[in-house]
């Protein structure tokens, strides 16, 4: 709720700091401003799916191979994980990023946009879905470029709230091997 109440203060700021004279109040609100914290809403989806009785189940599909399974809160925990390592939320890394926010008409969201000032940073892009009625989070998209030795790994994920998250890696080494990963963890999101 304290998310929320943060976004509409932030918004109303936003909109009303439009004149050339507001020029100094932006930079102050800027510099002061905090990140969407992903860490706790994720932590708090995790705690979700481990207090109730869902089947959670992984489809995984590596080079073309593709493989469905049931699997345990553990084993759920352990991909979950990935999203609580891309938190920019830190103080440290407050400065590195820059938040956008705009109103999507097209999916009834609020987004909040972060891009890095450096394109040396891992998280390359994260997009946060709220919505427009509530505020409260309905997806969210990581992008990530690393380097694992000499492999770059492209990793797009996301998160659909209360239902499922996804995990799609691609690694290419300098040799021309291309590796291509997709992990779908679905524990409440029932296809029509």
């Not at 918004?11 to 020029?23: D, M």
């Not at 401003?33 to 992984?58: M, P, W």
């Not at 890394?93 to 609020?110: A, G, I, Q, R």
């Not at 694992?148 to 995990?167: C, L, P, R, V």
Request: aromatic content about 12%.
């Amino acid at each position: 709720m304290k998310n929320c109440m943060y976004l509409f203060v932030l918004l109303i700021l936003f909109t009303s700091c439009k004149n050339k004279k507001s020029t100094k109040i932006e930079k102050q609100v800027s510099d002061t401003t905090r990140f969407f914290a992903l860490s706790g809403f994720f932590k708090e989806q995790i705690v979700d799916v481990d207090l109730k009785a869902y089947n959670i189940y992984l489809i995984k599909e590596l080079n073309g191979k593709r493989d469905s399974i049931g699997i345990d809160k553990e084993i759920f925990k352990t991909y979950a994980t990935n999203f609580l390592t891309k938190d920019i939320s830190t103080p440290e890394m407050h400065d590195k990023y820059t938040e956008t926010v705009f109103h999507d008409l097209s999916t009834n969201s609020y987004t909040l946009n972060y891009r890095p000032k450096s394109v040396d940073e891992a998280i390359q892009n994260i997009d946060i879905l709220l919505d427009e009625n509530t505020n409260i989070v309905k997806r969210v998209f990581i992008r990530t470029e690393t380097m694992k030795k000499d492999t770059s790994i492209i990793e797009q994920s996301n998160w659909k709230a209360d239902k499922s998250f996804q995990i799609n890696r691609v690694s290419k080494t300098p040799s021309g091997y291309v590796s291509n990963e997709f992990n779908y963890v679905n524990w409440n999101d029932r296809k029509k």
